[in-house]
């Protein structure tokens, strides 16, 4: 009886993989797709930094990419994993760190240096005071001075880029994973102690109930912001509006979407948290 050949080379292979998952993470970073939305918000945030130096009021749209760049990038890092085949939560976990803590360094460093290598040439320095002069003594980017500007630009557009990635794990990633795979996003959790036949509607009421919530969240405050108590009222006058007047109100219209996804929200995660208690309850009585 003769054994049977082990295969070194691919067992080696794998243990070296398994052992240095944050290496093969930041790697991921900078492959694929993600390497050329990554060079495409590197070259926005740089067209955001000239534009901002002639941009004494403001005004232009371009101006605020050197700020929005490092998100952009982290949060489509976060988004990929919506679609990909996953093992474990963990994955999502790593995924979630790394977008949140490596992506944006990997867009507002750069930046930054092409930032403060601009800076440098007098001919640079001159456009923005120049600006600042027709603009009655104002710059809406650079007002602060050449110094501060170079501290808030790393500083100001890496912590937005941490941010925006959590909002689009919580708003579009854990609620799809839910739905597409819900025993991944179960895994670990209190969930799984839910009955098989309704563990999976219960994961997906927790976590799409919790994107909803934190979306209508963020809808009130872009909007007016004003009690939910004033939801029936500012309805009225605002379908009034829009049928006698064919007027439209953003700002009412954002805050009335966001009360009815927080509304909806709340009501569809809570009835899965009740589920889970109760899914509890009885595996403590068992």
């Known amino acids: 009886m003769t054994d049977e050949p ?6 080696e292979t794998l243990e070296e993989a398994s052992a240095h998952p944050w290496r093969d993470e930041t790697r991921s970073l900078v492959s694929g797709v993600n390497l050329i939305v990554l060079i495409v918000a590197i070259v926005a945030g740089i067209w955001g930094v000239f534009d901002s130096m002639t941009d004494a009021d403001g005004e232009r749209f371009a101006g605020n990419l050197f700020i929005a760049a ?9 988004l990929e994993i919506a679609w990909k085949r996953l093992a474990s939560i963990g ?7 790394s977008a949140c803590f490596f992506a944006p360094a990997f867009v507002a460093v750069p930046v930054a240096v092409i930032q403060l290598i601009a800076v440098a040439f007098p001919g640079v320095r001159d456009a923005i005071a120049d600006a600042q002069t027709q603009n009655g003594g104002f710059h809406y980017y650079w007002d602060a001075g050449i110094a501060e500007q170079l501290l808030l630009l790393p500083m100001g557009s890496y912590v937005i880029g941490m941010c925006v990635p959590l909002g689009v794990a919580l708003i579009i990633v854990l609620p799809v994973i839910s ?12 969930l799984e102690k839910v009955e098989s036949g309704k563990r999976m509607s219960t994961t997906a009421f927790v976590f799409v109930g919790l994107g909803a919530t934190v979306l209508g969240i963020g809808l009130w405050q872009f909007g007016d912001g004003r009690s939910i108590t004033e939801f029936p009222e500012d309805l009225g006058r605002l379908l009034h509006a829009l049928t006698t007047y ?29 589920r889970v208690m109760f899914a509890r309850a009885h595996a403590q009585a068992d």
């Open 91 to 97: 994955t999502v976990i790593m995924r979630l760190v």
């Open 70 to 78: 490092p998100g952009i990038y982290a949060g489509w890092c976060m």
């Open 6 to 11: 082990v295969d070194e080379p691919a067992e």
């Open 179 to 190: 739905i597409r795979t819900p025993h991944i996003a179960a895994q670990g959790s209190h």
């Open 246 to 274: 064919g007027v439209f109100f953003w700002d009412d219209a954002v805050w009335l979407f966001g009360v009815v996804f927080v509304t909806a929200g709340v009501l569809v995660m809570g009835w899965g948290c009740v």
